[in-house]
């Protein structure tokens, strides 16, 4: 399967419309992060029930993730990636219009559903880079397509909290319209990356998304880093469902606050994935980087847990670049050793792990902090939800060295 992969020709193709497609899809989910429990809150009494239905809505459109990426990787596979990211766009466009027009609760949650069911475009963007990049470039394309996502994430909540100040659903509207925008200049102007003799048939068992996980879990060649990249991806998704959370109770941070630790975020992850990732390669090649990349991420959170000041998250996060590339790494290793035809639904899966997270993770982190929110905010123990995430990627350091140990020599 291996010299498979390596002997496809990268076909024609226009990246920058995927990046594109990925950077308006976080744009997006970043735009509601100020917004959307505003949203809420108008529909029900009370902060006890706004932050309820809010935690659901979250939960809803992982799930809704989680059943339709295997999918629409799979619809990729057989038809082609550019119907799908065309299909993609429309759906993330009525999302935001639906939720900007919602009159209840029950039409936010429409726009929830639609949205979930849209949002292939990672997946299957990440498919596209891999159709159209050499063997040899494919971790580059994927950190391109990391640095779009981090873009997004680096302008979404700020720009969504400017907006939403002056017109709460302003931000939904400016989503909508570079959606339709990102839909027309798709429509005219991008060829299809995938030519027609590389499709795979189509198959229902493949859309199935346990089934696909299955799948992706029986793939014995790659099972070290299938494990590797789930616990990682759960690790992310704790951190990302309680951050907001956990730096209230600490550090009594405001939404102004967070949204400039996003920013931060956000920025050091273009740095690395737009900027350095070409650099870095060179320097240590996938699997070193790789090791590296995860190894930093288990001290940062570990040290975001003992911060006993705002200051030091701030340090934490500029002092944390390599695991923005660990990623990347991951991803061009684990394309490399599967065929063209069943790169969709290959990213599909792996996107199916993350949603899989984002359904599960949101729960057990604020299950943690709520068990530790009793104690006195300098209490070591309030960093718990960041210690379980140091405690994940720790176990995927120790997944990925046996890895490539036995199946890959240090590049």
Known sequence: MTSTAANL??????????LVCVFIDMLGIGLIVPVLPVLVGQFVSGREQQALWYGVMAMVFGLMQFIFMPMLGAISDRIGRRPVLMYSMTGM??????????????????????GGMSSASMSVASAYASDISAHEHRAKSFGKIGAAFGLGFLCGPMLGGLLGDSNIHMPFYVAAALSAANLVYGYFFVPESLPPGARAPFRLARVNPFGALLRLAGRRDIRGLVIVFTLVAFAQMMLQSTWVLYTTFRFDWTPRDNGIAMFCVGLASVVVQAGLLAVLMRRFGETRLSMLGLASGALAYFLYGLATHGWMMYAVILCNLLAFAAGPALQGIISKTTPGSEQGELMGSLQSVSSLGVIVMPLVGTAILGAVSHLPSDDWRVGSSFYLCALMQVLAIVVARRYFAHHHKPA
Do not use: D, E
Request: hydrophobic letters at 55%; a positive charge; charged letters at 5%.
């Open 9 to 18: 020709k990268p076909s024609s193709g226009n990246l920058n419309f995927v």
């Open 93 to 114: 466009c009525i999302n935001f219009l639906a939720t900007a027009w919602a009159p209840n609760l029950a039409c936010l949650f429409i726009g929830r559903v639609i």
